[in-house]
């Protein structure tokens, strides 16, 4: 059972680390001018977009086999979806 928690738990944070890192970028990674003029991608899709970087930054981290302490791994969570963003929006 400790298992399955571990795992829901991860699940949890790792989704949790998608959706704030999307909202964050689609509201501070632009310009003054570019919010005034140009058409602001969807919330849902730039969390979406968040969620997949950060559990493709998770797993990458799990088979690279970087260091299996849980906060290393949200930090590669967090690079991973900040890396999809950034790329994403084509920067």
Do not use: C, E, K
């Amino acid at each position: 059972m400790a298992i399955a928690t571990t795992a829901f738990a991860n699940f949890l944070i790792v989704l949790i680390i998608g959706i704030v890192a999307g909202l964050a970028f689609n509201r501070y990674a632009q310009t003054w001018l570019s919010r005034r003029f140009i058409t602001q991608q969807s919330d849902i899709t730039t969390a979406l977009v968040g969620i997949a970087g950060a559990f493709i930054g998770f797993h990458l981290s799990v088979i690279i086999g970087l260091r299996p302490l849980p906060l290393v791994l949200y930090i590669a969570a967090i690079i991973g979806a900040f890396l999809v963003l950034w790329l994403w929006r084509g920067r």
